[in-house]
């Protein structure tokens, strides 16, 4: 099937990445926030990160995606989940041992019993596992349904001319809801429309 301009196309791999870049950036900020509360008990929940962490994350991601898209229908999904764990490890020392050679290793893991290198810790070994389980049934799955509109401006046109009156689009649109809520008004005393 040959996309026309109205037909919805997947993301490209550049927008996925942003999104799963986005997605670890905050999800590290939202995680030493909790951390630093369990363990210090500090109400003000301080999230850190570096911007590096957009990079490791929407390049780890987009990787395990084409791990999914192989793995999907020939192994189970706690399987896949430790797969995604392993490879999570290895990303996770290879751009921390890059990042060392120049001083810029935003993270160091020395003060944990079970850590090598001080770039990765068996510690986290849960954390990334569950953590690839929700990558994996919804990020991924989720992001990869996603589509974009290539029709005209941004799928409200048709909903603009609707509305009629001149003026900004904005101006046209709010006239248009207030229009169609008088006519269901008309239709309900309370303000819902009425069941036919």
């Known amino acids: 099937m040959v996309a026309t301009p109205e037909t919805p196309v997947p993301l490209t791999a550049l927008s996925r990445w942003y999104l799963y870049a986005i997605h670890g950036y905050f999800c590290e900020v939202m995680f030493t926030a909790a951390w630093e509360f369990v363990v210090n008990c500090n109400w003000k929940f301080p999230g850190v990160t570096s911007v590096w962490a957009l990079f490791i994350y929407g390049t780890c991601i987009l990787i395990v995606e ?3 898209l192989k793995l999907r229908g020939r192994c189970p999904v706690l ?6 764990t392993l490879w999570t490890y290895l990303w996770e020392f290879g751009t921390g041992l890059l990042l060392s050679q120049f001083n810029a290793c935003p993270w160091d893991y020395s003060e944990f019993r079970y850590n090598f290198m001080g ?3 068996a510690e986290y070994a849960v954390p ?3 953590a690839s389980f929700i990558v994996e049934r919804l990020v991924i799955r989720k992001t990869l349904r996603l589509r974009f509109h290539e029709g005209p401006e941004d799928g409200w046109s ?6 009629g009156g001149g003026g900004g689009a ?4 709010g006239a248009g809801r207030r229009r169609e809520r008088s006519r269901e008004m008309e239709n309900s005393a309370n303000g819902y429309l009425k069941g036919e």
């Not at 048709?158 to 509305?163: F, I, L, T, V």
């Open 66 to 68: 084409r791990m999914y």
């Open 170 to 173: 904005g101006g046209n649109l």
């Open 119 to 121: 770039l990765i810790t």
């Open 128 to 130: 990334w596992f569950c």
């Open 158 to 163: 048709n909903y603009r001319s609707d509305a």
């Open 79 to 84: 399987l896949r989940c430790i797969i995604y």
